[in-house]
């Protein structure tokens, strides 16, 4: 499908992203010209009976949480499923981190509220039930700095439940097949077996981590020697002085135990152990965050991530990007002309 093609009585704008499961463009109703949905068009033919398309476009409409990006809608317009979210402004915290707040890393109250919100949106879809009050035991299996999504105003979204699985569905659950990013998988993931909402907990562990010490956790070699390590359970030192170590140490060192019986029974539980070792802050606390430190930001690039799009971060009193340059060259030549003057008269 292409910009300006109606589905489901939406109109397609510009396409945001791609992914496994299907296209996302931005979106509006024919009476609204604000672009105030996304629309994710599945593929036709993603799996034998489009078992997994299926599968998305019946766990979307379940998933309504703060902390979970919400969907609208799910239809069917000319043989094309698709589902309709609500579009977020922000950034995903994997370029967060890449910028790393003005070259610093997190504050750890600020890491502390994020990983809390996301772990409080697990604990809804590792509870959730269908209508008939059956447990689904959601589990999302790719819980990675790409997949949570820090909005201006200081929510935090999970992101992408496209490959989330659930107790009534056979498919990927053969022995063998890895689902996720290496990096952020737990040891049975990577191993193949069977995964619950603890292999949820690690890959939050794992991303937790990250935000505190501010490097990634599996730096060394290729998605290969990563699973190697997972699997053979060799886990990088964990302790970082100054940043992570004592209590905070401890509750880190639990979630990315290699036995899932040894970790957090329950997000919730997790959640409530990083609040007791560093309270977080508000989210009108990260909310400030993002505007003093990227609210003049200048690298301003299209995001395609599948679900939302990058739009500038509001920043009041602002001075265009365009005078700024005009006057950052002008000074340059004004010392070039200074410098060449000098020289003049020094002969």
């Not at 093609?5 to 979106?27: D, K, M, Q, T």
């Not at 299996?141 to 997949?147: F, G």
């Not at 290729?222 to 209590?247: C, F, H, M, Y």
């Not at 509750?251 to 036995?259: D, F, G, N, T």
Request: proline fraction near 6%.
């Amino acid at each position: 499908m292409h910009s300006g093609e109606e589905i489901g009585g939406y109109v397609l704008g510009r396409e945001l992203g791609r992914g496994a499961s299907g296209f996302v463009y931005a979106a509006r109703r024919p009476e609204d010209e604000r672009n105030d949905f996304a629309i994710k068009v599945l593929h036709p033919v993603f799996e034998p009976g489009g078992r997994r398309r299926d599968r998305e476009a019946s766990i979307a409409p379940l998933l309504t949480h703060p902390n979970i990006v919400q969907t609208l809608q799910v239809g069917t317009s000319e043989g094309r499923e698709f589902i309709v979210m609500e579009r977020l402004r922000g950034l995903p915290l994997d370029r967060l981190l890449r910028r790393r707040i003005g070259r610093r890393r997190l504050r750890k109250k600020i890491a502390s509220r994020i990983a809390i919100d996301v772990l409080a949106g697990l604990e809804f879809a590792h509870q959730l039930r269908n209508k008939k009050g059956r447990a689904l035991r959601v589990v999302h299996r790719d819980v990675t700095p790409s997949n949570i999504f820090v909005c201006w105003d200081g929510r935090v979204k999970i992101l992408d439940f496209g490959i989330a699985k659930f107790s009534d569905d056979s498919l990927d659950t053969e022995s063998g097949i890895v689902q996720g990013k290496f990096a952020y998988i737990a040891p049975e993931q990577g191993a193949g077996a069977t995964v619950d909402a603890r292999s949820d907990l690690w890959s939050v562990a794992v991303t937790f981590w990250e935000m505190l010490a501010g490097r990634r956790l599996f730096v060394d070699g290729n998605d290969v020697t990563t699973l190697r390590a997972l699997i053979s359970g060799q886990i990088p030192e964990l302790k970082v002085p100054g940043r992570i170590e004592g209590r905070m140490l401890s509750v880190i060192e639990r979630a990315l135990s290699v036995a899932p019986e040894d970790r957090y029974a329950s997000a919730s539980r997790f959640a409530r152990a990083i609040a007791q070792a560093c309270p977080p802050a508000s989210k009108a606390d990260l909310a400030a965050l993002l505007r003093a430190r990227l609210g003049n930001d200048k690298d301003r690039k299209p995001w395609t991530n599948p679900l939302v799009e990058l739009e500038p971060i509001p920043a009041p009193n602002a001075s265009p990007p365009q005078l700024r340059t005009y006057l950052f060259v002008a000074v340059c030549a004004v010392a070039l002309l200074l410098l060449v003057a000098q020289r003049i008269v020094g002969q």
